[in-house]
């Protein structure tokens, strides 16, 4: 761990950042801890083993749990698996669970943990660049329901996370890119720095043997870092992490998870940009640099589905909403958030046909 950054999360846990850290994972666990389930993709096990390998050599009795991959693993079916494995393994409120996977594995496997005899330890060990600069720290949980995404859901802090940036090289490309979106959302809502890092060498930020890739992943994880330590339960100030996620949401929902959550939050971000700028919050060079910096790493920008209807229903459901009235982040300007509350229908739908476009 001698070249691992470590960025501390209020005064609850570290997020550590660096390479060959999978064996390091018992250090995080904290005292007391003998039995730790390792839950895992089924298409991910070689990691999980690793860990899993390590933690049993340390003394604990370590176990695999195998989920299905992707959005597939946010249900209360899969859950209620994971409980049932608990149970019969004999799990206590000294024993320890350890995500390891992607955003969608460490929220399954931090919802398991905050509901399992009402909270245990988690460790996080995300497997990909979205995992590691958003989905992993912070403590919100959840999984999804038929009527939209992380629906159901707690907020439990990891008691670490370990962010070993070897195992980003098998992560497919398209997952790499889809990543960079939170990346960006970071430098949009609070530090321009990454902004101008992605918009120096976009072809290297697609690459997980970019050159800036630890700067960027440390830099997102302080963004985030900062913003949970103040405000955990998303009183006020947490809203700001949800930049893009309103429509984001929607996308991934009407179309059935088919889109990444990355991609679908890249043209969230797009839409709320030009909401703020119908709106008289934003000017028009900066949702030109959201629409410019995004496309530059190979995300989208727009979307074609025609679902209008459909996608006001789904926005409606999101957790900004406060009674029937929407809520939006928006930006005033360059790292300064705001909100935009209640637009109405013709400003929604004027935005939506400028991502639409046309
Ligand atoms: N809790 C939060 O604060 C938070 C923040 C952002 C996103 N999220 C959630 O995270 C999820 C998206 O996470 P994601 O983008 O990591 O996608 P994901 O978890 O669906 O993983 C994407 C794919 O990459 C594969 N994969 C993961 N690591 C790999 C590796 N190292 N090598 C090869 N393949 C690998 C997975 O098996 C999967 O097929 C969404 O459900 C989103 O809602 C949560
Ligand atoms: O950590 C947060 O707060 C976020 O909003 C981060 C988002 O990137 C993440 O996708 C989160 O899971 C969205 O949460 P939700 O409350 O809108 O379900
Ligand atoms: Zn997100």
Not at 208 to 218: F, I, K, T, Y
Not at 295 to 322: C, F, H, I, N, Q
């Amino acid at each position: 761990m001698s070249d691992a950054t470590t960025i501390r999360v209020g005064d609850d846990y570290d997020v550590v950042i660096g390479r060959d850290l999978l064996s390091e994972v018992g250090g995080l666990l904290g005292d007391g801890v003998e039995r730790v389930l390792v839950v895992h993709s089924a298409a991910l096990s070689g990691f999980a083993e690793s860990v899993a390998d390590s933690l049993l050599r340390q003394g604990y009795a370590a176990s695999l749990a195998a989920v299905p991959d992707a959005e597939a693993a946010k249900t209360a079916g899969v859950a209620s698996r994971l409980w049932a494995q608990l149970g019969q393994a004999g799990f206590t409120r000294s024993d320890a669970i350890v995500g390891v996977g992607g955003g969608a594995v460490t929220d399954l496997a931090g919802f398991v943990a905050a509901t399992w005899l009402r909270g245990v330890r988690v460790v996080h060990v995300p497997t990909t660049l979205l995992g590691m600069v958003d989905a992993a720290v912070g403590g919100k949980t959840g999984i999804n329901t038929s009527e939209g995404k992380n629906l159901v859901g707690a907020f439990h802090a990891p008691a670490g996370v370990l962010c070993d940036l070897d195992v980003l090289a098998t992560l497919p490309h398209a997952d790499l890119v889809a990543g960079l979106a939170e990346v960006i959302k970071a430098g949009f809502i609070a530090d321009p720095e990454i902004l101008e890092l992605v918009e120096a060498d976009p072809v290297g930020a697609r690459r997980a043997d970019n050159r800036h890739l630890r700067e960027l992943v440390e830099r997102a994880v302080r963004v985030k870092a900062d913003v949970v330590s103040a405000d955990l339960k998303e009183a006020s100030l947490r809203e700001i992490l949800n930049y893009g996620h309103t429509f984001g949401h929607a996308i991934e929902q009407v179309e059935h998870f088919s889109w990444r959550h990355g991609e679908a939050v890249s043209v969230g971000m797009v839409y709320v940009a030009e909401l703020a700028r119908l709106s008289g919050h934003a000017d028009d060079g900066l949702v030109a640099r959201h629409r410019d910096v995004l496309t530059s790493v190979g995300l989208p920008t727009t979307y074609r589905g025609d679902r209008w209807e459909d996608l006001l229903t789904a926005m409606r459901r999101d957790k900004k909403s406060r009674g029937s009235t929407l809520r939006f982040v928006v930006l005033d300007g360059l790292a300064r958030p705001n909100r935009l509350v209640g637009p109405s229908d013709d400003l929604l739908r004027g935005a939506y046909t400028l991502v639409a476009g046309g």
